[in-house]
């Protein structure tokens, strides 16, 4: 492109743009060149003037301009008031200019008489001046920019940016609402408010403006649903019971008549995008009756199907009494009903003959009239009536489809309403709304017609993405739902088994995929003309010669897909995408191209066969047409009156031409009868466009530079002519075989479904190639140039319609949808299918009809090739380095690409379908589905089964989708997602084998040759990889023996149904496979509802998963999430049982065994309880507690098969405490009894709670009774015994009745053993110790990999600390070689990480004993009675998971082992001030014990239970220890260290006191001011004998810790560090060293632990002795804590005198 600009620019602009004028037609004309500066882009022409636009937006006039003050006669003149703008559109009026600039704003020069310049006061406006469009019901008012002006003899319009029309100037052809003219002021056209006007133009006194129809795009404009002028609503609904009545009859009578459409046209409903013409659901209604049933496709209302030719045999019927309406109900009945829906049960028909009579009627008509074809009905929804002189029957249709529209409404619940309205037939809804019979002109029956239908289909279909097809469904549904008895007696019922199947077929057809940019990126062809103004010629187009004060939509071109719209004086002009041209108006010059004269409603002119027309233009009295011809070069036409001048020169003819143009002028005087070809149009080269006005005739064309216009011109006829041969295709062939009656019972429902499926995709294309040839042709008439073709931007649109019409079209042909359309194809065209044999361009002889079929319906997929040839073709006009050459060039192969495939596609489709003709006629019903496509077969016997029968037959057929074997009477399918092929190596066997693996066959099969199975190995290779690829059609398709060698992944993911007997019956899998297993992820369903998700290994269930099975007696699931081995439970899991119950813990083959906890029932059901314990094959055997909540009991003991068996503890709420043996569930045997009092009872029981026997009770007192006993405990006892009273005898006596607790429970070691051998399975041992030291470190290593992938696919469990921790304990620490304190640390962290996370063995140990432990001493179990019991637990805990430390790390020491300090840390090690400790200890050392190493993890967590059954033991101890406390607290500091005894040189005498910043603790120190750092505030205060709580502050702060620390050696360092506080105290008092005696330190230590006032004291000192590290009882800490213990028994004895 660019390069041609250039050259242009050297020769004076002289390649584009050339501008030829020239009057008349006689063939002496020679049109003359006007040179300009500049190439010349657009041309408008008064009556005796005209303006030119040239590049660069300069704007030059010429002939008479009257209104210039200086009239220069001669060449063009350049408007210098417009040379400081770009201007890009120039009109002309009779006698005035208008320009638009860049910016949208309007100029306007020339007469002004009846004020169409916009200006008010002058008559007539010399220079170009602005004139401003202002919208004042913006506030602020905002001026509007225009797009483009048209101008007529009085008035002007604007079209604005916003689509929008104003006007100007004078008479009713403003459109405007006013009494007064001139308008001076540009106001706007409000009867278009609320559509998108494509156009506009002017003739002399009327108005022509090209709307689109209202389609989705438009729905966000504001719906009007008041009529404006009488402010009721426009429609009404009525609710009947099962239906709603939609009215539209609102009338009302403003100025002109506003008929019925303009009503319409008023409101565009929401969700149905309406034309004038049609009813318009409000968007609650469901369906109103658009007239045609539901399912149609083509949503999109725009189109109008009901041309008002037909009207008036509508009329005709109307008069004739035969209402066109479906028996169903009478809706449409005419104007008047205005679709007031009443639903008759029964038929309006005088008989069903008369109907019949009627369509054929109708249907011939058709047939005579049909010449072109158009897309109307194509798809023929399915219920339809095709193209039949529409109207007529689309009223009838209308009564049906309101009946099944509104049924629909009621009764389809199954289609959302938003869908529903996107089927409801766009155009058809028009009609049957009785379209609003503005008067028609008898005579109307002109071909046009079938035109007229046809283009209503093209209609909506861009625009709403699904098509046109829709009306043409709804045209086809119209014939087979109006006939009677199809639908007679109508009940919702019936109706939707009517509708639905079919509906399936065909509204669902997938248009909405089809082409989903289409309504924004190609031109609408979904348009409407509206005319408006004086009518006396008819040139307004509505069959009558009145004038129309406002617009007014042209009914008979609503689907007439005009894309271009001009007036004359008095005549109008419609250019159509099918590159036809309607004409109407006066024809006094025979300027309409047709000898109708004149005419008041459009009609076709008359051009000879293979014109196709592509630009107009009208003048005074004549009309240019520019068309295609034969060559690639433009021709032109003229129509209407000779001009005078040139009539007698009639010298230099055309051979061809000369005669006829001769004649015919003769005949008509000065004028042509029939538009004429002017001879010179050759010698102007590419001619762009073409300009007529006044008398005058302008045309643009261009050189062929390069041959780039040359090809673009190509380009644009092509496609136009491919466009009007897809639509001859389609009404004149696939339309009329879809309305035969006896169509879907010849070809069989599902056969017919696909035809229509074709049909409606063949539409799509059709319409979308007449899209593309609109925006071609709009190119070539402006820009002319690379960057605007729609081909290349989205070529996607084109190779997506393409590839799914011959997926679909393949399909119909594979079911043998064209053999079987032979025969209807015979019956209809006759034996000599001449219309065939001409549209599918066959050149054979006598061809068969399946071959015509064939070609026919494979022709649109020869045009792929035809877009790469001329797309390279444009590539060569351009430099190979240019962005644009590589545009074209990739369009170019990416179409060549789709050619090639598409021709393979169509020979795999041909290739199967001849195979299925020979195939057995039984197998072919069930194995022939329409993607499937035969790859290879092996009837030649060139692969049999090995080991097969020897008169067994075994026939293998590879499909694109599945391998089949058939034998004689049966057959097997398998699908090739399962399927896995291996060559079998030959030297073994000396056979060709390959083996087949299938989720449940593995077979052999054998090949004749090598040749035969390196054929089938690649076939099934390269067939199952592009199958799990999912490419089954759409990518290139699979030849035997060809292509690279492909091997398919051995794993993939499939679905797979099992069909043998087994566990797996009938169930589906979904999921990975590895070589015929599942294995990987997936999920698995039997149809009883079982449900597995999880991981499986080689077909089983392996890894984690979830599994959920119904109990059908409870009517709910239960719920299995956990690990799973060799397809049973096995390993960690959770089971919700569908009675409530839920398992936590261990299985193991499917049965819960080893450690596990089982909670039943919610509190407030019958038997709510918990146990946690040990398994055995699904049962509770070994050591278990058992919390039975309702009872207020817990059990802790043995169990064996769910009883309770052994020795064992019970605990109840009322402080009542058992220990002994149980047998069968029940205290059988010695046992002890406490209650709550300390009354014991030691001896024989016989069942719960039961005394029986011989035994000892012994009273609180220590009375006892000794003998048998008999009764239950808490009522009455019968006892037969002695009674004793052991303090009035010896003493000694009264040891042997302490009872002794604990000898009757399970040892600690034999409790939770489950727990423990858990863990050691988990690190790989067989029993504790049993086991490889490296193998443990790496199953540690792999759980935690494991369990942290489980845990990513749930992130919300992972906290940001828990993964660093993880991540930490990836790395193996180095648990070889001796220990030293370093390494001894390094082990100690891995510990303390290790237990903090459950996913690693030791944590989820510790995280489990936690569990059991707080099960066992909470609630019930907090009885201070087990204070032994617990505290044993945790030591025994302490030295098992030792035992397992030291696994690890094998060097570790075993407890009491030592590890030796690094002397270097010999200072820190030694402990100032302790008066016990040796001045030197002989070499530091590190004693190892489990407890330091494992306490400080464990104990936190223990901590609250055991603490509470501590604070439980020593509650009276620690009453009188606390009342004392407070009773010592009440003295002053100095009466206390008197009481207790300290001596007076340890008495502070002043404390210095550091004035704190606020909110500071306060720091209090004691002694002299010599020791304390002064500071600037420190102040002294001296110590009075009131002071309170002041002296050794300090060190009681200090000793309070010891409550917020949980492990014993914790503890004992705040002891330690409270010492170390007291003597800094006394040192900086005595001013020196000092050393301690036992005898200086209690009495102040004692103060201390007073002042400290620790409320458990006892608790502590206690706990501290149960669990402290042997080795440190006889070091310095052991003295310390022995002192606080000291401490505690002297307050608990302190008397206070």
Not at 601 to 608: D, E, F, G, T, Y
Not at 876 to 901: G, I, P
Request: proline share 6%; hydrophobic share 35%; with cysteine.
């Amino acid at each position: 492109m660019e390069s041609q600009r250039k050259s242009s620019g050297d020769d004076d602009g002289g390649e584009r743009g050339l501008l030829h004028t020239w009057k008349g037609y006689s063939c002496s004309v020679t049109p003359e060149r006007m040179l300009l500066p500049r190439p010349v882009l657009q041309v408008a022409l008064g009556i005796r003037h005209g303006v030119l636009l040239v590049e660069g937006g300069q704007v030059y006039s010429f002939g008479e301009l009257p209104w210039k003050q200086s009239q220069v006669p001669g060449g063009p003149t350049q408007e210098c008031a417009l040379s400081g703008q770009r201007v890009v559109a120039v009109a002309a009026g009779s006698f005035h200019s208008g320009a638009v600039t860049e910016d949208g704003g309007v100029h306007m020069w020339g007469d002004n008489g009846a004020g169409q310049c916009g200006l008010s006061g002058l008559s007539a406006v010399p220079n170009p001046t602005p004139v401003a469009l202002v919208d004042s019901d913006t506030v602020p008012p905002q001026t509007v920019p225009v797009l483009e002006l048209a101008c007529g003899e009085q008035h002007t319009l604007a079209l604005s940016v916003k689509r929008e029309v104003w006007a100007w100037g004078s008479g009713c052809q403003l459109g405007l609402n006013v009494a007064t003219f001139p308008v001076w002021k540009p106001q706007k056209v409000e009867h278009l408010a609320g559509r998108y006007v494509l156009q506009v133009a002017c003739g002399a006194l009327h108005s022509l403006a090209l709307v689109r129809c209202l389609g989705s795009q438009d729905v966000q404009r504001p719906p009007v649903d008041k009529c404006r002028h009488c402010n009721q609503l426009l429609y009404t609904m009525t609710d009947k019971e099962d239906h709603v009545i939609i009215s539209d009859g609102h009338y009302c009578p403003p100025g002109a008549e506003l008929t019925k459409d303009e009503r319409k046209l008023e409101a565009p409903a929401h969700g149905l995008k309406t034309s004038p013409s049609e009813p318009v659901l409000s968007s609650h209604t469901s369906t109103s009756h658009s007239d045609s049933p539901a399912p149609q496709t083509s949503a999109d209302p725009s189109s109008d199907s009901a041309p008002v030719q037909d009207l008036e045999k509508e009329e005709t019927a109307l008069a004739n009494g035969v209402l066109p309406c479906s028996d169903s109900d009478p809706t449409a009945q005419s104007e008047g009903g205005s679709g007031a829906v009443s639903v008759v049960k029964s038929s309006l028909y005088p008989d069903e003959q008369a109907v019949k009579d009627y369509l054929k009627k109708l249907t011939d008509n058709t047939q005579t009239e049909a010449k072109t074809g158009g897309l109307h009905s194509l798809l023929p929804s399915a219920v339809g009536l095709a193209s039949s002189p529409s109207a007529t029957l689309n009223t009838l249709v209308a009564s049906c489809a309101s009946a099944v529209g509104e049924r629909v409404a009621s009764t389809y619940e199954a289609l959302s309403l938003k869908k529903m309205m996107n089927y409801l037939p766009s155009g058809v809804s028009r009609s049957g709304a009785p379209t609003g019979l503005t008067g028609t002109a008898p005579g109307v029956g002109d071909n046009t017609t079938e035109r007229v239908r046809q283009e209503d289909s093209m209609q909506g279909k861009k625009s709403s993405s699904t098509g046109d097809i829709r009306e043409e469904e709804a045209e086809s549904m119209r014939r087979r739902l109006s006939l009677p008895g199809l639908l007679s007696q109508v009940s919702p019922r019936l109706l939707r088994k009517a509708v639905r199947p079919r509906m399936r077929a065909v509204a669902l057809t997938p248009l909405g995929a089809a082409v989903p940019e289409a309504p924004e990126v190609l031109p609408t062809l979904q348009t409407e003309v509206w005319s408006w103004g004086h009518g006396e010629h008819g040139q307004l187009g509505h069959g009558d010669n009145l004038a129309r004060l406002k617009p007014l939509c042209i009914k008979s071109l609503n689907s007439k897909e005009v894309v271009r719209v001009a007036a004359g004086a008095g005549h109008s002009l419609a250019l159509t995408a099918q590159s036809q041209v309607f004409s109407w108006g006066s024809n006094s010059s025979g300027q309409l191209g047709h000898m109708e004269s004149p005419s008041t409603i459009p009609r076709l002119a008359k051009l000879s066969e293979g014109i196709r027309v592509w630009d107009v233009s009208a003048g005074s009295k004549h009309t240019l047409l520019l068309a295609d011809g034969d060559c690639i070069q433009p021709i032109i036409y003229y129509s209407g009156q000779q001009a005078k001048e040139t009539e007698e020169e009639s010298e230099a003819k055309e051979p061809g031409h000369q005669e006829e143009g001769e004649e015919k002028q003769e005949r008509a005087g000065g004028y042509t009868p029939q538009p004429v070809l002017l001879p010179f149009c050759m010698h102007l080269g590419y001619v762009s466009s073409v300009f007529a006005g006044g008398k005058r005739c302008v045309a643009l064309s261009d050189r062929n530079v390069m041959g780039f216009i040359a090809s673009l011109h190509e380009l644009a006829a092509a496609e136009r002519k491919f466009y009007c041969k897809l639509c001859n295709i389609k009404t004149q062939i696939i339309r009329p075989l879809l309305e035969l009656e006896s169509l879907s019972s010849t070809l069989g429902q599902v056969t017919f479904g696909f035809l229509q499926i074709l049909a409606g995709q063949f539409s799509l294309l059709c319409h979308m190639t007449g899209q593309h040839a609109a925006s071609l042709t709009a190119n070539l008439r402006r820009g002319r140039d690379v960057k605007s073709l729609l081909i290349l931007d989205h070529a996607g649109i084109f190779l997506d319609s393409y590839n799914e019409y011959c997926s679909t079209l393949g399909n119909f042909q594979v079911m043998g949808g064209i053999q079987a359309l032979t025969k209807p194809s015979l019956d209809f065209f006759g034996k000599s299918p001449e219309l065939l044999q001409r549209l599918s361009e066959c050149s054979e002889e006598n061809p068969a009809v399946a071959d015509l079929l064939s070609a026919l319906f494979y022709l649109p997929i020869n045009h792929i090739h035809e877009y790469g040839r001329l797309l390279l073709k444009l590539a060569t006009c351009f430099e190979v380095c240019s962005d644009e050459y590589q545009r074209l060039q990739d369009s170019c192969s990416k179409f060549e690409a789709l050619s090639l495939q598409l021709k393979r596609r169509r020979k795999d489709a041909e290739y199967t379908f001849h195979f299925w003709k020979s195939f057995p006629g039984k197998m072919t019903d069930s194995l022939r589905k329409p993607h499937r496509r035969l790859i290879c077969e092996s009837s030649n016997k060139a692969l049999t089964l090995q080991n097969a029968g020897r008169f067994s037959v075994n026939w293998f057929i590879l499909f694109n989708d599945a391998l089949v074997h058939a034998q004689f009477s049966t057959h097997h399918v398998f699908p090739l997602a399962t399927l896995w092929v291996e060559p079998i190596p030959e030297e073994n066997t000396g056979t060709y084998g390959l083996k087949m693996i299938t989720p449940e066959e593995t077979f052999t099969l054998l090949a004749s040759s090598p040749m035969e199975k390196a054929k089938w190995l690649r076939s099934i290779n390269q067939t199952v990889d592009q199958a799990l690829s999912g490419a089954t059609h759409d990518k290139t398709s699979v030849s035997p023996g060809s292509g690279p060698k492909l091997e398919p992944p051995i794993s993939r993911t499939a679905s797979y149904t099992f069909y043998k007997d087994g566990r797996l019956k009938e169930a589906t899998y979904e999921g990975r496979w590895l070589a015929g297993k599942p294995n990987g992820r997936g999920v698995l369903k039997w149809p009883d509802g079982r449900i597995y998700t999880g991981e499986f290994k080689n077909g089983l269930e392996d890894g984690f998963g979830e599994f959920t099975a119904p109990n059908k007696a409870l009517n709910k699931n239960d719920h299995y999430q956990g690990h799973w081995k060799d397809g049973k439970m096995h390993g960690l899991g959770t089971y919700r049982y569908a009675s409530g119950e839920v398992y936590d813990g261990s299985f193991q083959d499917g049965m819960r065994h080893g450690h596990g906890m089982l909670r039943s029932g919610k509190l407030n059901t019958s038997s709510p309880s918990v146990f946690i314990g040990q398994w055995v094959q699904d049962k509770k055997t070994g050591y278990g507690v058992f919390d039975d909540i309702t009872k207020g009991e817990k059990y802790m003991g043995m169990w064996q098969d769910h009883l309770r068996q052994g020795t064992g503890v019970v605990v109840t709420q009322f402080g009542l405490y058992y220990e002994g043996t149980f047998k069968d569930n029940k205290m059988m045997g010695t046992g002890i009894l406490l209650s709550e009092d300390d009354t014991t009872y030691e001896g024989e029981f016989s069942d719960d709670w039961t005394l029986n026997g011989k035994g000892v009770l012994t009273m609180a007192n220590s009375d006892y009774l000794e003998g048998s006993f008999g009764g239950e405990w808490g009522s009455s006892l019968k006892v037969t015994g002695s009674y004793f009273k052991p303090h009035l005898f010896d003493a000694d006596k009264e040891k042997t009745h302490v009872v002794k607790l604990g000898r009757l429970c399970v040892c600690s070691e034999d409790k939770w053993q489950a727990v423990f051998v858990e863990c050691w399975s988990q690190l790989g041992c067989e029993t504790s110790g049993q086991g490889e030291n490296w193998k443990a470190w790496e199953n540690i290593a792999v759980a935690l990999t494991t369990n942290r992938w489980q845990i990513q696919d749930r992130p919300e469990i992972l906290s940001r600390s828990h993964s660093r921790t993880l991540e930490s304990l990836e790395v193996i620490p180095q648990h070889v070689g001796p220990i030293t304190m370093d390494r001894y640390h390094i082990i100690r962290l891995y510990l303390i990480k290790a237990c903090d996370t459950p996913l690693h063995p030791l944590g989820r140990l510790v995280e489990t004993l936690v569990a059991v432990y707080r099960m066992t001493y909470v609630g019930v179990g907090a009885n201070r009675r087990l204070l032994p019991q617990a505290v044993n637990e945790i030591k025994s805990y302490l030295n098992r998971i030792f035992q397992i430390v030291r696994f690890l790390f094998p060097d570790l020491p075993e407890e009491g082992g030592q590890i030796p300090e690094p002397t270097t840390n010999l200072p820190d090690q030694k402990e100032p001030g302790s008066t016990d400790a040796p001045p030197q200890s002989p070499k530091p050392v590190r004693v190892v014990s489990c407890s330091a190493l494992l306490l400080p993890v464990l104990l936190p967590r223990l901590y609250p239970p055991l603490f509470t059954l501590y604070a439980l033991d020593k509650e009276k101890e620690d009453g009188v220890y606390w009342d004392c406390v407070l009773r010592l607290n009440k003295q002053a500091d100095l009466a206390l260290l008197a009481f207790l005894g300290v001596q007076q040189k340890f008495w502070p005498v002043t404390i210095s006191v550091c004035m704190p910043a606020l909110g500071e603790k306060q720091q209090v120190r004691f002694g002299c001011s010599s020791y304390s750092t002064p500071s600037t505030s420190t102040t002294k205060i001296q110590v009075l004998s009131s002071t309170k709580d002041a002296c050794f502050a300090s060190a009681v702060e200090t000793l309070q810790q010891i409550s917020t620390t949980f492990t014993p050696s914790d503890k004992l360092q705040v002891i330690q560090l409270t010492f170390e506080e007291i003597t800094q105290e006394v040192q900086s008092l005595l001013k020196q060293d000092f050393l301690w005696s036992m005898d200086d330190l209690f009495p102040v230590f004692l103060y201390v632990v007073l002042r400290a006032r620790i409320r458990n004291l006892g608790s502590e000192v206690s706990l501290i002795e149960d669990l402290m590290d042997p080795s440190v009882q006889h070091g310095e800490h052991g003295i310390m804590f022995t002192t606080l213990k000291a401490c505690y028994y002297q307050i608990q004895h302190e008397k206070i005198t």
